[in-house]
């Protein structure tokens, strides 16, 4: 036998040691397991090691004939398909489970039995985008050579088993309006499924979502007891998770989550990589005021990256996680009865072993409401209906009944007023607190969500600081006595004024926490990360570029200019560069207004400004008006196969600067106005003409 030398001895305890470390898994090595970052993980789209990505299996194990999948990109097709699964168990007696679409492979939909039955719940991103979570299943039945678990594609209609209904979340301020359902509806109807209803579409732009929703559910719940069988049953409030208090529990203990979103977080271990689940706490390095108005404000804001892994680029996005404002949790508090409660720890668990959990656990009521749910959202009408069995008196049971199956009323008395569930509660009860289940709470608030803005810096000019320019929200209508105030706006606002010395900062009596959870945000900090956009200059500087940007709209082509600028200052051949700017009046909201004259220094005759006050003359002069006025070079600049861009307003502005467009390019060419438009549907196609708005 041959005799082993040095390097067989290593290799062999080296081996020893792996098979060891494997098969103890972590109990000599002092490895404990997360349980509640591993349900959030899960939740957030993470598949856990071993868990089954076969929606036919999962269904299987859990005893369930209804999935709810959803395509969601800011939590409200989420909470959508909660409510239908919450509804289809206690109304119809449905086992259901809602499901992340990119949490499942959808090889073997075709062994999904007659049985049992899928909804699609699709929001619409951008312009005619799926959602980040819907992207991978959109191109699969999508695609004609996709081939399925019986080794059939879609000519061969495989999917003649499955039962779907589905429903779409829009804008039509958006070319392309609910294009996710109806590529969906396209494609399964190909591929030989059977839709149960129709296929329903909500529409944000036109502020009738929740109202389309709830007419369209109705017809739904119909055809799928048709052809399922299903009987209606009295609805009966079940929880879908057992919230426990601990009182013997210390809510300073190092275990109890006080507003961080992770482990990492709560152990003071931040790390990335930072995304939609795990934000970085970043510094603020400095803020101002943008506005010379004593009644508006606008931020300015930069924020440091510095030595992290987020990275972005010139027309990317930012987003801002916020805190809920502290008057707001107080109100909310007070009427669900648990002010003297709010720092009890609580401990919250699934019952239904598919639901997921909305937020690490154990935590405090305080923590819940204050930093993950979107407690001042507007209310539902559905959510009033629910509501109404826990009214402490006939006449709020009566009211609430009322209010939740009378749109009119609803609208008229609720919805017109932007009341929050707080407000709504207080209104019927007249300030007496209500008995309801903190579960009911959790389970039909959506979960605050990251805001997103445009990006207003050059990644080439400053690579680890972002900028970020966010004008303060505030909405009020006539007639009603409370002030509608951005949540996550007035939340920077009080940042900006922490920043610039004020200790105790109360933007319009709103009261942040802004030292975050345990004072982790203490110094001027804010939780962010970045998404990134196609909203991208040309690769080649030396390509025409018109902008049209009015108000905040700007924001992105600060950055865009800044970059050529920087390039310019450098030597890069940069081409025309033009800039329709709006607002007010030059002296109180003209955003930017000496960097643009820097830029022109930079930039020559290469850069042009082009402004609008639309309160400086008799008549209001908007950027549409000066885009008619700048026809001619418009044109000419396209023709040299310009990039068109347009941020801001979606529902006006944006429409009408698309409509104007094909007159320009029409009346410039000689064509009709029909082949005007053809050739702007062409440039958007081609990426010549890009939009970031917003309704």
């Known amino acids: 036998m041959a005799e082993l030398d040095t390097l067989d001895i290593v290799v062999l305890l080296v081996l020893l040691l792996g098979t060891a470390a494997y098969f103890t898994k972590g109990t000599y090595w002092g490895i404990t397991e997360d349980k509640i970052a591993a349900a959030l993980a899960a939740a957030s789209g993470a598949t856990k090691s071993g868990a089954t990505r076969s929606i036919v299996e999962k269904m299987d194990e859990a005893g369930k004939n209804c999935v709810i999948f959803y395509g969601s990109q800011t939590g409200t097709a989420e909470d959508y398909a909660s409510r239908l699964a919450k509804e289809g168990g206690s109304r119809y007696g449905l086992t259901t489970m809602t499901a992340d679409l990119e949490e499942y492979d959808f090889e073997d939909l075709d062994n999904l039995p ?3 039955v899928a909804f699609f719940v699709l929001a619409t991103y951008g312009e005619g985008e799926p959602t980040d979570n819907a992207v991978d299943f959109m191109e699969f039945i999508g695609n004609e050579d996709s081939t399925f678990s019986k080794g059939a594609t879609a000519a061969d209609k495989p999917l003649t088993n499955l039962k779907y209904v589905a429903f779409g979340l829009g804008n039509n301020t958006y070319e392309h309006y ?13 591929l030989g499924a059977k839709r149960l209803g129709t296929a ?21 719940w119909n055809a799928v007891a048709r052809d399922m069988g299903l009987m209606e049953r009295d609805v009966k409030y079940e929880p879908a998770f057992a919230v426990t208090e601990k009182p013997d529990m210390d809510a300073n203990h190092d275990t109890v989550y006080l507003g961080e979103p992770n482990k990492n977080h709560l152990e003071g271990k931040s790390k990335g990589p930072y995304n939609q689940n795990n934000p970085y706490i970043a510094p603020i390095l400095e803020s101002r005021e943008l506005f010379d108005d004593k009644t508006r404000n606008c931020v300015h804001a930069e924020i ?16 801002i996680w916020p805190t809920n404002a502290g008057s707001e949790v107080d109100r909310l508090l007070k009427i669900v009865g648990l002010s003297e409660k709010r720092h009890m720890v609580i401990e919250v668990k699934n019952i239904e072993a598919t639901a997921k959990l909305p937020f690490p656990s154990p935590t405090t009521y305080d923590a819940v409401l204050r930093y993950h749910m979107e407690i001042c959202a507007p209310v539902s009408r559905q959510f009033a209906a629910v509501l ?17 199956g009378d749109r009119e009323y609803f ?8 009341m929050n569930i707080a407000q709504l509660m207080e209104k019927v009860s007249n300030g007496e607190p209500w008995t309801i289940p903190f579960s009911l709470l959790i389970e039909t608030m959506h979960k605050l969500q990251p805001r997103y803005y445009s990006i207003s810096s050059s990644s080439h000019v400053q690579p680890s600081k972002i900028s970020i320019t966010a004008v303060v929200e505030s909405t009020q209508k006539a007639g009603v006595d409370h002030i509608v105030k951005g949540v996550t706006t007035n939340y920077l606002l009080a940042l900006k004024q922490r920043q610039h010395g004020d200790p105790n900062p109360d933007p319009h009596g709103l009261r942040y926490s802004l030292d975050g959870p345990r004072n982790k945000y203490d110094g001027i900090h804010v939780p962010v990360h970045v998404r990134h956009s196609n909203f991208k200059l040309p690769s080649n500087p030396a390509t025409p570029v018109i902008m049209v940007g009015p108000g905040t709209g700007v924001a992105p082509f600060r950055g865009f200019i800044q970059e050529r600028a920087a390039l310019a200052k450098a030597g890069t051949p940069v081409g025309k560069t033009i800039l329709f700017f709006g607002c007010r009046n030059s002296t109180e909201d003209f955003l930017y207004k000496s960097e643009w004259e820097q830029y022109k220094q930079d930039l020559g005759d290469n850069f042009e400004l082009v402004t609008a006050f639309s ?15 700048h026809a001619a070079e418009v044109n000419r600049l396209l023709e040299q196969k310009g990039y068109f861009y347009v941020c801001g307003d979606a529902a006006n502005m944006a429409r009408e600067v698309n409509s104007i467009m094909g007159r320009i390019i029409s009346e410039h060419r000689g064509l009709s106005e029909t082949q005007g438009e053809e050739i702007v549907k062409k440039m958007r196609s081609s990426n010549l003409y890009q939009e970031d708005v917003w309704s």
């Open 388 to 404: 109404s069995q826990f009214a402490s008196s006939p006449e709020g049971k009566k009211e609430m009944a009322k209010l939740g």
């Open 615 to 629: 309160r400086e003359g008799d008549q209001k002069v908007y950027v549409q008006h000066r885009l008619k006025e």
């Open 114 to 116: 007659e049985d049992k």
């Open 178 to 190: 609910n294009e996710m359902v109806r590529k969906l509806d396209k494609n399964f109807f190909k």
């Open 411 to 418: 609208h008229s008395q609720v919805a017109d007023k932007n």
């Open 200 to 220: 329903g579409e909500g529409d944000d732009g036109a502020g009738t979502m929740e109202e389309d929703f709830l007419a369209w559910k109705e017809e739904m």
């Open 304 to 319: 440091d990256i510095t030595g992290t892994n987020l990275k972005y680029e010139t027309g990317d996005h930012i987003a």
